[in-house]
């Protein structure tokens, strides 16, 4: 059951990560969008857990899940900020590079058996999403700001794969996820509104929009996160989820008639492969 969670945790965020494109190829703000979601959230999880009854919350519950929500708020900036300032064919395989210190931190810090099998299966996973991504320019970009560029990266990695790490870390001490996603979507929210106050960028109506329904789906997506991390191997859920992009690739072919390219349907079989290795 923890694999299908995975499966719904991938769709989920690959379906964000096609609105979040959409969204800013059409002019409108990813900070507004983030925090008008993350707002979103904080205020339906908060609910739900003020109506069933909220489970005895404690500070390292609040810390642990405040950071969890700045770092993929954090992330996500970042990320757009690299695209802005280099090559997007480069970008996107990087940054999916961050899957691989919660993988290891899994194993390393956590004691989590991995087989030979599954080690081969999470490889061929982690290379078919870069493959996937990867979108080779035959055109020099002599625009690229290197140090920029690099450092936005870099930062992008940092924070998803710390991300990585204290969502296991969560999970391992049984913390209620419930209460984990209150805090991260209100800390979240908070570093998002004071980005937007730096920001200085003009609110449109889409923003509310998209952002209700990214928030929905996060709700969603992160819940079946947990749920696969608590009861499956996180070692193996990591790299099924690093696969959203695997959706947005699929989406793409779907509604803007693009077509998949030799080296993505690659990507794809492999993809299926690696599942496949890790689940013997």
């Given at each position: 059951?923890?694999?299908?969670?995975?499966?719904?945790?991938?769709?989920?965020?690959?379906?964000?990560?096609?609105?979040?494109?959409?969204?800013?190829?059409?002019?409108?703000?990813?900070?507004?969008?983030?925090?008008?979601?993350?707002?979103?959230?904080?205020i339906?999880?908060?609910?739900?857990?003020?109506?069933?009854?909220?489970?005895?919350?404690?500070?390292?519950?609040?810390?642990?899940?405040?950071?969890?929500?700045?770092?993929?708020?954090?992330?996500?900036?970042?990320?757009?900020?690299?695209?802005?300032?280099?090559?997007?064919?480069?970008?996107?395989?990087?940054?999916s590079?961050?899957?691989?210190?919660?993988?290891?931190?899994?194993?390393i810090?956590?004691?989590e058996?991995?087989?030979?099998?599954?080690?081969?299966?999470?490889?061929?996973?982690?290379?078919?999403?870069?493959?996937?991504?990867?979108?080779p320019?035959?055109?020099?970009?002599?625009?690229?700001?290197?140090?920029?560029?690099?450092?936005?990266?870099?930062?992008?990695?940092?924070?998803?794969?710390?991300?990585?790490?204290?969502?296991?870390?969560?999970?391992?001490?049984?913390?209620?996820?419930?209460?984990?996603?209150?805090?991260?979507?209100?800390?979240?929210?908070?570093?998002?509104?004071?980005?937007?106050?730096?920001?200085?960028e003009?609110?449109?109506?889409?923003?509310?929009?998209?952002g209700?329904?990214?928030?929905?789906?996060?709700?969603?997506?992160?819940?079946?996160?947990?749920?696969?991390?608590?009861?499956?191997?996180?070692?193996?859920?990591?790299?099924?989820?690093?696969?959203s992009?695997?959706v947005?690739?699929?989406?793409?072919?779907?509604?803007?008639?693009?077509?998949?390219?030799?080296?993505?349907?690659?990507?794809?079989?492999?993809?299926?492969?690696?599942?496949?290795?890790t689940?013997?």
């Amino acid at each position: 059951m923890w694999i299908v969670a995975a499966f719904i945790t991938m769709i989920c965020f690959g379906t964000n990560n096609m609105i979040f494109k959409w969204s800013t190829t059409n002019g409108l703000s990813k900070v507004h969008i983030q925090f008008i979601f993350y707002l979103i959230a904080f205020i339906i999880t908060a609910s739900y857990a003020f109506i069933t009854g909220i489970h005895q919350m404690n500070i390292i519950t609040v810390v642990l899940g405040v950071i969890i929500g700045i770092l993929n708020a954090n992330g996500n900036i970042q990320m757009s900020k690299a695209f802005e300032k280099g090559p997007a064919s480069l970008t996107s395989p990087l940054v999916s590079v961050n899957t691989i210190i919660p993988i290891l931190s899994a194993a390393i810090i956590f004691n989590e058996h991995i087989t030979i099998l599954q080690w081969v299966g999470i490889i061929i996973m982690l290379g078919s999403a870069v493959l996937i991504q990867y979108s080779p320019q035959s055109n020099g970009n002599n625009s690229i700001q290197y140090m920029p560029w690099l450092s936005r990266i870099l930062l992008a990695i940092f924070s998803f794969g710390i991300l990585g790490i204290l969502m296991r870390t969560s999970s391992y001490l049984h913390i209620d996820s419930l209460n984990t996603l209150i805090c991260m979507y209100g800390g979240g929210a908070l570093y998002l509104c004071i980005n937007s106050l730096f920001a200085k960028e003009n609110w449109q109506k889409a923003e509310f929009k998209f952002g209700t329904i990214v928030g929905l789906l996060s709700i969603f997506g992160y819940s079946c996160y947990f749920f696969a991390l608590n009861t499956g191997t996180a070692s193996i859920v990591f790299p099924i989820v690093s696969l959203s992009c695997l959706v947005v690739v699929l989406g793409d072919c779907w509604l803007f008639k693009e077509r998949l390219r030799s080296y993505q349907v690659i990507g794809v079989l492999s993809a299926v492969l690696g599942i496949i290795l890790t689940k013997i």
